[in-house]
């Protein structure tokens, strides 16, 4: 297959305070992505996993180094070709949520197709189909504070499938659910995963987890290995 994403050279430092030396978190890392592919990456705390996965979602920039999608780099977009980039062909999925504690359900999960330009009856429709995929049909019209730590998550992953995205991010996903919450969360994103066809980069601390994953890389010293 074609790889769709890469990452080259990629450094990044951050500087704490004045006097205190700087740190560096990325140390020259090289990373590729092939469409379809489901890669795991592992890591200690504060190794640095949090920080890759947000480079590769262009949250934050590279002080050094490339992402190259699709062979394009995405750090010579300008800022509206970013937000577009990030809004239609990544989705993402963190530890927390961060749903929109004021919209529904429904609302959440329609919100990165309204910001697209999609008319509301469309993005309406989309939006009840995913909900329903994941098994929320019923809770669509609950607000976040009104659904359980799963089916907060579950709407978080519906929402990040919304736009259909080439690639998804998901970061610790399951680390603030329950073990049996978790398990059943990402069954279902594995599940989505291979049906829509999308690449997936897993932040994770749990070995367990990562072994179901085809690939799994550790980060270690700032750089990727197949190896701990």
Request: net charge neutral.
């Amino acid at each position: 297959m074609s790889v769709l994403l890469s990452a080259a050279g990629l450094k990044k430092t951050f500087y704490p305070d004045v006097g205190v030396p700087p740190i560096d978190v990325l140390d020259g890392l090289d990373f590729e992505l092939s469409e379809r592919e489901r890669v795991a990456v592992v890591g200690k705390s504060g190794a640095g996993k949090s920080t890759f996965l947000h480079i590769l979602g262009t949250l934050e920039a590279p002080t050094m180094g490339r992402v190259l999608f699709e062979g394009r780099d995405v750090f010579r977009l300008d800022d509206n070709q970013l937000s577009a980039f990030r809004n239609q062909k990544l989705g993402f999925v963190f530890q927390f949520h961060y749903l929109m504690l004021e919209f529904n359900a429904l609302e959440n999960v329609m919100m990165p197709a309204l910001l697209h330009g999609d008319s509301t009856s469309k993005a309406k429709r989309h939006a009840r189909d995913l909900l329903f995929r994941v098994g929320l049909s019923e809770r669509m019209y609950h607000k976040p504070g009104q659904l359980s730590g799963g089916e907060q998550q579950r709407v978080a992953v519906a929402r990040a499938l919304m736009m259909q995205p080439k690639i998804l991010l998901t970061d610790e996903m399951t680390g603030n659910l329950d073990p049996v919450t978790g398990e059943k969360v990402m069954n279902l994103v594995l599940s989505l995963q291979e049906e829509f066809g999308m690449a997936m980069v897993s932040v994770t601390h749990d070995e367990g987890l990562a072994k179901t994953f085809p690939r799994v890389l550790h980060l270690v010293s700032g750089r990727l290995s197949t190896v701990p």
